[in-house]
T-cell receptor
Framework: DVKVTQSSRYLVKRTGEKVFLECVQDMDHENMFWYRQDPGLGLRLIYFSYDVKMKEKGDIPEGYSVSREKKERFSLILESASTNQTSMYLC?????????????FGQGTRLTVV | DQQVKQNSPSLSVQEGRISILNCDYTNSMFDYFLWYKKYPAEGPTFLISISSIKDKNEDGRFTVFLNKSAKHLSLHIVPSQPGDSAVYFCAASGGAQKLVFGQGTRLTINP
């Protein structure tokens, strides 16, 4: 069974804090993703990585950075948290194939910035 | 620019009837489409997919239809059950190794 695990289910942080969201997958997937989910906006891609130490910006990378030092781990970093980064954050992973992509998601981290 | 659109934020259906969720896309390079289901406080789970070389894919109570000329796909659930109440996301990919999602439709099945 594919497992994508996010380190926290709920987080409350103060404005200006540096925040780390951790994600680990156990299926040796090459691709890993960070999305955020907001009402009425769906899932928007923040960053993705297709290999260790490789990263690409998604649709909304501003205010975020990522780190992928090991294949199984993909971290999302909020350099200086702001209230507009209050959201549900979802990590996902997938195999690198030429045809289709079925991404497997973690349980999500509900981040509140106060 | 929203490349994948789900124009109905919510849908309410009676138990036992058919649920039809719709999705439109603008990028003609998309060649694979997926539906995900999401319960509150959980991550999305894969439901069903379809390749652009097909126009229909069926899995039990779930059927996805693809109309490439209209850039439209739909998910049919029949018969609808209370456990189907969730948010449904349409997603598309076009060889860039990433999925583009729609805004989601909240489906409520009424007893």
């Amino acid at each position: 069974d594919v497992k994508v695990t996010q380190s926290s289910r709920y987080l409350v942080k103060r404005t200006g804090e540096k925040v780390f969201l951790e994600c680990v997958q156990d299926m040796d997937h090459e691709n890993m993703f960070w999305y955020r989910q907001d009402p009425g906006l769906g899932l928007r891609l923040i960053y993705f990585s297709y290999d260790v130490k490789m990263k690409e910006k998604g649709d909304i990378p501003e205010g975020y950075s990522v780190s992928r030092e090991k294949k199984e781990r993909f971290s999302l970093i909020l350099e200086s948290a702001s209230t507009n980064q209050t959201s549900m954050y979802l990590c996902a992973s997938s195999l690198q194939v030429s045809t289709f992509i079925e991404a497997f998601f973690g349980q999500g981290t509900r981040l509140t910035v106060v | 620019d929203q490349q994948v659109k789900q124009n109905s934020p919510s849908l309410s259906v009676q138990e036992g009837r058919i649920s039809i969720l719709n999705c439109d896309y603008t990028n003609s390079m998309f060649d694979y489409f997926l539906w995900y289901k999401k319960y509150p406080a959980e991550g999305p789970t894969f439901l069903i997919s379809i390749s652009s070389i097909k126009d229909k894919n069926e899995d039990g109570r779930f059927t996805v239809f693809l109309n490439k000329s209209a850039k439209h796909l739909s998910l049919h659930i029949v018969p609808s059950q209370p456990g189907d109440s969730a948010v449904y996301f349409c997603a598309a990919s076009g060889g860039a190794q990433k999925l583009v999602f729609g805004q989601g439709t909240r489906l409520t099945i009424n007893p």
